[in-house]
């Protein structure tokens, strides 16, 4: 008799082949059949018009101090995720001196948007290297796997002390040496890889540089090395590449030195709307030279999304919004319902942001909306002045009203590049930053939207085979950081798995809640659909909510393989 048997369900089974009808049955954690009839179960799921696929793998969260104090890991739980990968960007809380707390913090703070007051709270610090973070984290209970890459800054910050942090400080020979040495030893320990950023866009809270944004090549390559020398491990990089080119080369040599994969962010810069097509190309021309390189891209717009209780929002920038702005939010909202403030915002005209690229989102969020649902649009048509209808917008709700502005992936006014970039044969879904940008971005919900909007929702382009989105989210994100035990529905793998019902799938609009460590607030989106979400043979999430089960494990790179 096995563990649990899914009966009945529609397989789509990660390899990207066509859909099949049967049963999967689970022992010891698991997969020993899928397809046909299984034998009898000790628990049985009745799965019949219910899609059953491998259990998402997002590779590209900051869950790297939440992962200390939340089991269930939200928001990553509520979209069909079983393993978050953290570290990205190059930020992150390991290797830390004691007196360099603080600071990891406030580069954390800067680039993730995770307030920096939940972080003192919450983070432990029970260790110093990057194996004993490892180790202190797996201690903890989860409801999915998860696992750690290794952060440039922090290494940096490590190494160099106070020098780490100024991206303009050249480490010595030396430094570089022990740079190297400590990304081979905790890739042997169990990292999944080595993350940089050399974007300007990175800031600590104080504003200064990410500290990794001018490594020198030297650095770079040294680090690189490291991880060859052990064999494993992956690299991820963001940058501005605003010499491509070069900075490119400089970055594949990374990848070729050390026989590792990598990969790079690419998304469409409004400033630059087709670079990301060279870049592609780019990433081709090393695989067909034996250089596993990889676009990392987003399923849709990187959005923001505003209310009156979030970080941003087109009136932040007016002075009469601004006198009212430090009240407590039912306060604010009826001062703002007032005629004589709303004359007044009126009046001064002053906002931020382009309102011909601000678009109002909904109970059921539109990520790919007209030109003519713009608020400058639909200003200009109803004959109303836009801070009017931004106001009647946020205040919706009880003040709960969103905006959203897509700041990425938007600059045609459509998503056809982002189907180009998710169709190409080197990308893998990512950018989700599920854990960061707390008040103003909502992404974690990447994994539902790429299979709700490109396989069944799209109604201003072609769509994309849903066997094709599952296996981006699964198989080929698993892959790309070597978790070669998981993506996949097959005899032996683990079994990690959602029962979907497809009809149902949907997105709900973000949320502000305040349950941060320290009261801080977060947006957290959830879906509709998820029948069952299960992990290693157990069932976490029923229904859309935990069931109390946490099976999940730090996912050690060397221990990948099954």
Known sequence: ????????????????????????????????????????????????????????????????????????????????????????????????????????????????????????????????????????IEKIPHSIDFAAQLPHGALRAFVMGERGGDHRAIPTKQEIAEMARLAREAVEAGAVGFTTSRTRNHRT???????????????????????????????????DFDDLENEFAMIRQ???RSGR???????????????????????EEANEAGVNLRAQVAPRPVGVIMSLDSSLQPLLSNPVYRSVAELPLEERVEVLKTPELRERLVEDGTVSFDLSCVFALGESPDYEPEASESISA???????????????????????GMLYFPALNYANGNSDHCREMLEHEYAVPGLGDGGAHVSF????????????????????????????????????????????????????????????????????????????????????????????????????????????????ALVRGAQAAP
């Open 205 to 239: 809270k104080d504003g200064d540089p990410t500290p990794s944004l001018t490594s020198t090549p030297e650095e770079l390559w040294d680090i690189a090395d490291g991880l060859g020398a052990a064999g494993r491990g992956a690299f991820e990089i963001v940058a």
């Open 1 to 136: 008799m096995h563990d649990l048997v899914i009966r009945g369900g529609t397989i789509i089974d990660g390899t990207g082949g066509r859909a099949r009808e049967g049963d999967v049955a689970i022992d010891g954690g698991r997969l020993v059949s899928v397809g046909g009839t299984a034998g009898e179960g000790r628990r049985e799921i009745d799965a019949h018009g219910r899609l059953v696929t491998p259990g998402f793998v997002d590779v590209h969260t900051h869950y790297d101090g939440q992962v200390t104090w939340d089991s269930l890991l939200e928001p990553s739980v509520y979209h069909g995720v079983t393993t978050v990968v953290m570290g990205n960007c190059g930020v992150g809380f390991a290797p830390a001196d004691p007196d360099g707390h603080e600071y990891l913090i406030g580069l954390m703070e800067g680039v993730e948007d995770i307030p920096g007051t939940a972080l003192v709270e919450g983070i432990t610090w029970e260790w110093k290297s990057f194996p004993e973070y490892l180790d202190a």
């Open 254 to 256: 990374m990848a070729e």
């Open 441 to 552: 971005i909502s992404d974690a919900s990447f994994p539902t939207y790429l299979l709700t909007h490109w396989a069944r929702d799209r109604k201003r382009g072609e769509k994309l085979p849903l066997e094709l989105l599952v296996k981006r989210q699964s198989r080929d994100t698993a892959e790309l950081v070597g978790f070669l035990d998981r993506g996949l529905l097959a005899p032996g793998m683990k079994a990690d798995l959602n029962v979907i019902d497809f009809d149902a799938l949907s997105l709900r609009r973000p949320e502000m809640r305040y349950d941060l460590p320290a009261g801080g607030k977060r947006l957290v989106q959830k879906a509709d659909g998820y029948c069952y979400t299960i992990v290693s043979g157990e069932i976490v999430m029923q229904d859309g909510e935990p069931t109390g089960a946490n099976p999940g």
């Open 378 to 400: 639909r200003a200009e048509r109803d004959g109303v002045n836009p801070i009017e209808l931004i106001l009647d917008t946020l205040l919706a709700d009880d003040g709960r």
């Open 261 to 283: 994969p990598m990969s790079i962010t690419v998304a469409q810069i409004h400033q630059r709307p087709e670079e990301w097509r060279r870049m592609l190309e780019l990433i």
